[in-house]
């Protein structure tokens, strides 16, 4: 897909079909997040992948939408702060934005593979860190599952770009 349309088309998918996603596929996914450029190229971050069958009670512990578990699989993107590039000036870690690159890839990628995702931010973290027994000193950041669609697209909502756009100051 040329990349406007993809960026056009890509969308939160919460309705899922019960279809395995392949392996190859899931590892083209999984690439695109690996190649995704961080600070210093430290790549603080680990994905864990999921499979939902067996396991939706469990993980609903997590997030509690019904559609969250309809994927096969949910991706969690983590990330390892002790790891990451940190600002001299200042001392701002940037392990949640090298994560929210390497998932914004992995989404674009799902999309482009014709699978669908929803970035999920308002997860409980102390279930997460739980249920994925993450160690002490990684950050459970963001989850998507990831799945082929059930429905479809609707219309996007966004702010006109002169809302978004100053140019030189503020």
């Given amino acids: ?12 998918v919460r309705a899922y079909r019960p279809i ?15 190649l995704a ?4 190229n430290r790549q603080p ?10 396991r939706e009670e469990e993980l609903k512990r997590i997030y509690k939408m019904d559609w969250f578990v309809q994927a096969p699989l949910v991706i969690c993107a983590v ?9 001299r000036s200042d001392s701002k870690c940037y392990c949640d934005v090298d994560v929210a690159i390497a998932m914004d890839h992995l989404i674009l990628a799902a999309a482009n593979l014709g699978l669908g995702t929803c970035w999920i931010g308002a997860f409980d973290p102390a279930a997460a860190r739980e ?10 950041i963001v989850f998507t599952p990831l799945g082929y669609p059930a429905d479809q697209i609707g219309p996007k909502q966004r702010k006109p770009l002169a809302d978004l756009v100053r140019r030189e100051r503020w």
């Avoid at 450029?37 to 210093?40: E, G, I, M």
């Fill in 79 to 87: 990330a390892t702060p002790d790891r990451g590039w940190v600002r």
């Fill in 45 to 54: 971050f680990q994905l864990i992948v999921i499979p939902t069958a067996g």
């Fill in 131 to 140: 249920v994925l027994g993450l160690p002490e000193g990684v950050e459970p």
């Fill in 37 to 40: 450029p961080t600070a210093a």
């Fill in 1 to 12: 897909m040329e990349f406007s349309e993809l960026i056009t088309k890509r969308y939160s």
């Fill in 20 to 34: 395995p996603v392949e392996d190859d596929v899931l590892q083209q996914v999984l690439e695109a997040a690996r």
